[in-house]
């Protein structure tokens, strides 16, 4: 998956089989951990396509389902790693201060008074809060940015920038 192919949108990723009859371990990125379900059909990077998932409970640190197609444990397990996607215009739309990940990287990070920071190479969770992972030439490593109002003032995505107002030193 390419950072230009932007109609497919990862929702989850196969962490590895659940028992003996095919089941798997998933990981959701959706807001409502369940609602990956819903996204169906879901593809693979490489092109394979599940119709359907089914839900069938709760496991740590992810969901127990039932995948399409998949009915022995060595099946279950040849996918694990793999990431799942659906088409963007499946997803809700969000309201005006929430963005999806995938609209984020890529952007160009500006300061307060226009000069260039650089870019956003990932958004990652803290469990706080989002944080930006910017690099851009002259940093000597990515900076993280947390992602909040106060740190990033303005999300343009139409011109493809965020405006940041970076704590002192940060930069």
Partial sequence: MTEENTDQIIVGTIAGAFGVRGEVRLK???????????YAPLTTQDGQVFA???????????????????TTKEQADAL????????RARLPSLPDDE????????????????????KV??????????????HGPGLKS????????????????????LVADPPEGIF
């Fill in 52 to 70: 359907q998932i089914v839900v069938e409970g709760h496991t740590k640190n992810g969901l127990i389902a039932r995948v399409d197609g998949i």
């Fill in 142 to 161: 990515t900076v993280l940015l947390p992602f909040t109002k106060a740190a990033i003032p303005t999300v343009d995505l139409a011109a493809g920038r």
């Fill in 28 to 38: 959701s990125y959706c807001a409502i951990p369940h609602a990956i379900a819903e």
């Fill in 80 to 87: 694990k790693g793999t990431d799942l996607f659906t088409q």
């Fill in 121 to 134: 190479k990932t958004v990652q969770n803290n469990g706080a809060d989002d944080l930006l992972e910017i």
């Fill in 99 to 118: 963005f999806y990940h995938s609209d984020l990287i890529g952007l160009e990070v500006v300061d307060t008074g226009g000069q260039h920071l650089g």
